[in-house]
């Protein structure tokens, strides 16, 4: 199977810095994903990486070891509007994409 | 205007009808998805398709079709809906790096 763990929930406060954790199987790895989903609504896109190492884009940052299977989303100086579900989601080669289960982030005042 | 476009935005049917869930892109991209989402278990796949030509059955296509009725257009179809089939529903399309989302489709089905 094509297996992606995330922890299902995470508690954080209103400026501090929260790590999500994503597993993934790593055959036929091809690309992985981070989406930012509020409830109700469509995901929307926050990171992509393909090689190994840091993506940084504004408060958002992005790891993967392709050889672990390991990615984190690291999200700095939270807001309360970063409460929201965190899709973690691989793309296999022939272009399918796995989703993980999502991790619920809620951001305390 | 929004890129993918999905119809109807919510809807509640009873067992046994059929249904179909459609969705528009103008982003131009030739692939597109349908999935459905349900509480603590994530996005998963039904149908995806990479050209006009081109269906494939994803991780849970069981009581599901699909008409990719040209590039732009991709429609879900539950032949006889039933009640386990209530979710929300979300089509997609994607380039190389990235998917794109509709709004998503709520179906209830009593």
């Known amino acids: 199977g094509q297996n992606i763990d995330q922890p299902t929930e995470m508690t954080a406060t209103e400026g501090a810095i929260v790590q999500i954790n994503c597993t993934y199987q790593?055959?036929?790895?091809?690309?992985l994903f981070w989406y930012q989903q509020h409830a109700g609504e469509a995901p929307t896109f926050l990171s992509y990486n393909v090689l190994d190492g840091l993506e940084e884009k504004g408060r958002f940052s992005s790891f993967l070891s392709r050889s672990k299977g390991y990615s984190y989303l690291l999200l700095k100086e939270l807001q309360m509007k970063d409460s929201a579900s965190y899709l973690c989601?691989?793309?296999?080669?022939?272009?399918?994409?796995?989703f993980g289960p999502g991790t619920r982030l809620s951001v305390l005042p | 205007d929004a890129d993918v476009t999905q119809t109807p935005r919510n809807r509640i049917t009873k067992t046994g009808k059929r249904i179909m869930l459609e969705c528009s892109q103008t982003k131009g991209h030739d692939r597109m998805y349908w999935y459905r989402q349900d509480p603590g278990l994530g996005l998963r796949l039904i149908y995806y398709s990479f050209d006009v030509k081109d269906i494939n059955k994803g991780e849970i296509s069981d009581g599901y079709s699909v008409s990719r009725q040209a590039q732009a257009k991709f429609s879900l179809s539950l032949e006889s809906a039933i009640p386990n089939q209530t979710a929300l529903y979300f089509c997609a399309t994607s380039d190389i790096n990235e998917q794109f989302f509709g709004p998503g489709t709520r179906l209830t089905v009593l």
């Open positions: 790593t055959s036929g790895f091809n690309g």
């Open positions: 989601a691989v793309r296999f080669y022939g272009q399918n994409f796995v």
